[in-house]
């Protein structure tokens, strides 16, 4: 699947527009996402998660985490720890973490699996490890909203990062 969008944003201040895409591809046994976005004078941004399809979902691998270079954290869960490229130490993780890009596809997968377990209110909380480290993202449903795009109107189910 690829899909290309628009992105409008503020960082420190700064209104900015880029133009973005994502990709996801699988086997049926291994997968591999990758998500850039660019904006004009600033540059780039690529994400990627390569990693293994199981009954629980998507098991990361590796995620890399590029804008000038790339930083990468390794997956290692019969160790129950990821490594960095990034020389930061080694965190634990156990069954279920994801990476920055895996966690919004797992989250789908949850939410498609198991609608009916996710009424407003609901909290989901997830390893989530980027190139340098691991935090634990707690996400609280919202209420059901439609969204109107330019291929139609589309319902989803809002969530928020606390």
């Given at each position: 699947?690829?899909?290309?969008?628009?992105?409008?944003?503020?960082?420190?201040?700064?209104?900015?527009?880029?133009?973005?895409?994502?990709?996801?591809?699988?086997?049926?046994?291994?997968?591999?996402?990758?998500?850039?976005?660019?904006?004009?004078?600033?540059?780039?941004?690529?994400?990627?998660?390569?990693?293994?399809?199981?009954?629980?979902?998507?098991?990361?691998?590796?995620?890399?985490?590029?804008?000038?270079?790339?930083?990468?954290?390794?997956?290692?869960?019969?160790?129950?720890?990821?490594?960095?490229?990034?020389?930061?130490?080694?965190?634990?993780?156990?069954?279920?973490?994801?990476?920055?890009?895996?966690?919004?596809?797992?989250?789908?997968?949850?939410?498609?699996?198991?609608?009916?377990?996710?009424?407003?209110?609901?909290?989901?909380?997830?390893?989530?490890?980027?190139?340098?480290?691991?935090?634990?993202?707690?996400?609280?449903?919202?209420?059901?909203?439609?969204?109107?795009?330019?291929?139609?109107?589309?319902?989803?189910?809002?969530l928020q990062r606390l």
């Open positions: 699947m690829r899909l290309a969008f628009d992105v409008s944003g503020e960082v420190k201040g700064f209104r900015y527009s880029a133009s973005a895409q994502w990709l996801f591809r699988h086997d049926g046994a291994q997968y591999e996402a990758r998500q850039e976005v660019k904006a004009f004078l600033i540059g780039s941004r690529a994400q990627t998660s390569v990693g293994r399809l199981t009954a629980w979902g998507l098991q990361p691998r590796r995620f890399g985490d590029r804008v000038r270079s790339e930083q990468a954290a390794h997956f290692d869960f019969e160790a129950g720890q990821v490594t960095f490229s990034a020389n930061t130490p080694s965190a634990p993780i156990a069954p279920g973490a994801q990476d920055r890009l895996s966690v919004f596809i797992q989250l789908a997968g949850l939410l498609a699996a198991t609608p009916d377990r996710f009424v407003p209110g609901t909290q989901l909380t997830l390893t989530t490890v980027s190139a340098t480290g691991a935090d634990r993202w707690t996400f609280t449903v919202e209420a059901a909203e439609t969204l109107n795009l330019p291929a139609g109107t589309l319902p989803t189910l809002k």
